[in-house]
C-alpha cells in the first residue's frame, strides 16, 4: 500500500487540530454522561474525568509517535505493521470502528429531538436530512470538514455560557465528600465517562492533511484539554444543580439544566438548546464517516464518493428498520467499552511493533 498521497492544496494549518480534536470530542456523550458518572462514583467522578483525559493524552502521543517513525494514515501504519493481509484486516477494523461511531452520534442525537421536540417525526427523515447534509459538506474536501470543525468548537464554548445560569440555582455542598471511593469505582468511572473522550483517535486518518504535521502535536494536546476541562466543568455544575439522586435519575442532565433558562423572547429554551446542539453533533457525524469511507477508498482503491453513498444508505437503513432504544444501546455497548479498549490496547502494541521494526532496519 502507498503511503496517503494529499495534494498540497487541501491540507490545513496545525493550529486547526485543536478544533477537529475537541470537535470530534465534544459530542452526544456531554448531554448524558454525568448519570452513568454519578452511579459509579458520585462526587468523586471529576477524579475519573482527569484520569480519562490523562490516557487520551498519552494516546496522542503515541499516535504522534508512531507517526514520526512511519508517515502517512492509519492505513499505512498497519500495512507497515503486519503486511498486507494481516494489515488490511485491522485496517478493516478501524474503517468499521468509524462508521458504528458516525451511526451511533446519529441515532442518540434522533432520540434526543423525538424526546425533546418532533416525537412523531420519524427516525428515517431526521437521518435522511443529516446525511444529505454530510454529504454535501464531504464533497466540499476536508478543509471545509475542517471549517465546520471550527463552527463546532465555538458553538460549543457559547452552550456552555448558559451552564452558568444554573448556578444560581446550586448548592455547593453537593461536592461533598469527596475521596469517598475505591479506586476500583475511579476506573470504573473512568471506563463510563470514555465514551465522552473518545474522538481523538480521528488523527490517525486526518493527519496526512495537516500542514507540516509534528508541529501539530501541541495543539493537538491543547483540543482534548480543553474537552477535558470542558467535561470537568459541566460535572461540577451538574453535581452542584442535582441531588445525588436527581442526577442518577436525569437521562439529559446537561439539557435539562439549560432548560430553565429564561428570556423574555424565549419561552422554551429547550428547543432552542437542542437544535444548537445539532451544530455540535454534525462535526462528529461528518469526520468519522468522511475517515470511514477514506479508508475503504484507500484499501480498495475506488472513488471517495462511492463507499460515502454505500455508508450513508446503510444507515439510512439502520434508521428505518432497526431504530430503537435497543439498538442504541447495542451500538453505545459496542463503542463503550469495545472500542475504547482496543484503541487503548492497539495503540501502544502498534508502536512497540513499528519501533522494533525501525531497530531492526525492516521500515
Known sequence: ???????????????????????????????SFQRVLAKSTGTDGWISIILAGLIVHLLIWVIYKIFSIVPGDILTVNYQAFG??????????????????????????????????????????????????IY?????????????????????????????????????????????????????????????????ELILMFYPFIRDAKSSQKYAHGGALSTTLTTLFIYLVSLVFYSQKQLVMTIWPTLSMTSIVELSFIQRFEYIDVSWWAIVIIPNMTISLWAASRGFKRLFNVQQKYP???????????????FDIDSLNILARIINP??????????????VIIYIKKKRNRI
Open 1 to 31: 500500500m502507498n503511503p496517503a498521497g494529499v495534494n498540497e492544496k487541501d491540507k490545513v494549518q496545525p493550529f486547526y487540530v485543536f478544533f477537529l480534536v475537541h470537535a470530534m470530542q465534544t459530542g452526544i456523550g456531554v448531554l
Open 308 to 322: 460515502l453513498w454505500g455508508m450513508s444508505l446503510i444507515i439510512l437503513m439502520i434508521n428505518i428498520f432497526f
Open 84 to 133: 498486507k493481509w494481516m494489515g488490511n484486516f485491522f485496517s478493516l477494523l478501524f474503517i468499521l470502528y468509524f462508521l458504528l461511531l458516525s451511526l451511533t452520534v446519529m441515532i442518540s442525537y434522533i432520540q434526543v429531538i423525538h424526546v425533546w421536540m418532533f416525537e412523531e417525526v420519524p427516525a428515517w427523515s431526521f437521518s435522511l436530512v443529516f446525511l444529505v447534509l
Open 338 to 351: 469495545y472500542g475504547v479498549i482496543f484503541l487503548v490496547s492497539y495503540l501502544p502494541l502498534l508502536l
Open 136 to 200: 454535501y459538506i464531504n464533497t466540499g474536501g476536508f478543509r471545509t470538514i475542517t471549517g465546520i470543525a471550527f463552527l463546532s468548537a465555538t458553538m460549543t464554548f457559547g452552550l456552555l455560557f448558559f451552564l452558568f445560569y444554573a448556578m444560581k440555582y446550586s448548592e455547593f455542598t453537593n461536592l461533598l465528600p469527596i475521596f469517598d471511593h475505591s479506586i476500583l469505582d475511579i476506573w470504573k468511572g473512568t471506563r463510563n465517562v470514555s465514551l465522552t473522550m473518545i474522538g481523538f
